[in-house]
């Protein structure tokens, strides 16, 4: 897979991301010996890019990868990691003393001396002018002191980017991470790209799959969508099956085809998961996506095209 720019970062990633939530057990669990194959398997299709925090599972997916990357026993600078900080187990805090902590904690439990990123963890659960005035400026501060190589944000609602970008000064964030916002399903990101990129703004898009919507063994327990539209990725998925396709394929087919976005997370438990995932991409890159199945998907998911659920607390 060829790497692509990440903003103005430097950093050249793969267009297929190893999201590491499921070694957390976010999906299910996953035995350690089957996450060590998963990661050894990305690094080996030339996957490069690997995303945790210590919210994913109470902080074992950090501790998880972390493990998995020191067993590949690849040099550092054959991969980027990205973790995050404010979002915990117990709850959220963006304090410039927690995120300072943070990342100590997250930099040992990974066994790495840095990070390539080092996110602010769904930003809208907290009052976005603490992110403005106190958490970036602190991470300003762990840059500089070389445990981050890069800052960013995360986080559901798409206006959370635009409030706090308009704010700190230029080239105070380097990237953003959007989730559930360019998928067959939702293509709501597509509008924010041209003033990301006029901010020079690297671009992360995450669950291509829509967290298990666009998959065969459909969402978890805990995915907070609404029933309709579960019930009409349910139906997507059940009409690709009958046709003898996959739904995930075609997924992770449409999720990579923006090249404004330079790397699509994905959620993998398993070797298979990641052979499968990036075949895809490959796919998509020699012949091109299903255009047939794909306008029968999306005319399926019209009626649900770009519905969301609401995440985070009332912004004053
Ligand atoms: N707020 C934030 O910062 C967020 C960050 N992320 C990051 O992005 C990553 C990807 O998002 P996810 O939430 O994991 O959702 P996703 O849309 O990537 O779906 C993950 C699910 O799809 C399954 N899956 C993956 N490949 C498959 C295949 N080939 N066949 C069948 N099933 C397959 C996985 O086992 C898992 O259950 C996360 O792991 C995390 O690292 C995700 C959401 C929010
Ligand atoms: O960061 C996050 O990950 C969660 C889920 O996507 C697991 O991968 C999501 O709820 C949260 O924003």
Redesign the pocket.
């Known amino acids: 897979m060829e790497l692509r720019e990440l903003g103005a970062t430097g950093l050249r990633v793969s267009p297929v991301g190893f999201?590491a939530?499921p070694l957390g057990h976010?999906f299910g669990d996953v035995p350690r010996d089957v996450a060590r194959a998963a990661v050894r398997r990305a690094l080996d299709l030339g996957i490069n890019f690997f995303d945790t925090?210590p919210?994913y599972g109470g902080t074992v997916s950090e501790s998880v990868l972390g493990d998995c990357l020191r067993a590949a026993g690849v040099p550092r600078d054959r991969f980027v990691v990205a973790t995050k900080c404010g979002r915990y187990r117990e709850g959220f805090d963006f304090s410039a003393a927690r995120v300072t902590r943070s990342v100590d904690e997250s930099l040992a439990r990974l066994g790495l001396d840095y990070v390539d990123i080092l996110h602010c963890?769904?930003i809208e659960f907290t009052d976005l002018d603490q992110i403005v005035n106190e958490t970036i400026p602190v991470l300003q501060k762990i840059k500089e002191s070389g445990k981050a190589r890069f800052i960013g944000i995360t986080g559901l609602p798409l206006s959370i980017y635009t409030y706090v970008l308009d704010q700190v000064p230029p080239g105070s964030v380097d990237v953003i991470l959007s989730?559930c916002h360019y998928g067959i399903n939702d293509t709501a990101l597509v509008d924010l790209l041209p003033y990301l990129k006029s901010k020079g703004v690297g671009v992360i898009s995450a669950?291509p799959l829509a967290?298990g919507l666009l998959t065969d063994n459909g969402p978890p327990e805990w995915h907070p969508a609404p029933k309709e539209l579960k019930l009409a990725c349910r139906a997507a998925a059940d009409h690709c099956k009958k046709k003898g396709k996959n739904i995930t394929k075609l997924a992770m087919q449409y999720s990579l085809m923006n090249n404004e976005i330079s790397t699509v997370l994905v959620?993998m438990n398993s070797p298979e998961q990641v052979e499968e995932n990036v075949a895809a991409a490959i796919e998509l890159s020699t012949s091109g996506i299903d255009k047939e199945l794909l306008h029968e998907v999306e005319a399926i998911l019209e009626p649900v095209k770009n519905m969301t659920w609401s995440s985070g607390i009332e912004q004053a």
């Open positions: 999201g939530s976010v925090s919210y963890h769904d989730y669950s967290m959620g």
